[in-house]
């Protein structure tokens, strides 16, 4: 029952900054929210994650200083600013979800969005 929709993604100059924002629908009580990438011929990769509550947050090392996952449970959303791009995070960016943090940590995925595109020229 649950979907995700991604938005946000674009087109944007190298040190530039970009806000992605996901909407979920259905029930998603309980449920740790993230962010996943994956740039063409690569494996998917985690971005960020936050449990429920949003007291734990983790981050892939690339996206430490430069990223941040929130969520507004009363919305039903979850976001990812970032802000220093690199032309190595070019990759369509997923939302996701899961029961635990761990879980969706381990790629243990229940729920996908379709992606948004985020782009970053040099």
């Known amino acids: 029952q649950v979907q995700l929709v991604e938005s946000g993604g674009g087109l944007v100059q190298a040190g530039g900054s970009l806000r992605l924002s996901c909407a979920a629908s259905?029930?998603?009580?309980?449920?740790?929210m993230g962010w996943f990438r994956q740039a063409p011929g690569k494996e998917r990769e985690l971005v960020a994650a936050?449990?429920?509550?949003?007291?734990?947050?983790n981050y892939a090392d690339f996206g430490k200083g430069r990223f941040t996952i929130s969520r507004d449970n009363g919305k039903n959303t979850v976001s990812l600013q970032m802000s220093s791009l690199k032309p190595e995070d070019t990759a369509v960016y997923y939302c996701a979800a899961d029961r635990s943090l761990p879980a969706l940590m381990r790629g243990s995925l229940e729920v996908w969005g379709q992606g948004t595109l985020v782009t970053v020229s040099s």
């Open positions: 936050i449990s429920w509550s949003g007291r734990t947050t």
């Open positions: 259905g029930v998603t009580f309980g449920y740790a």
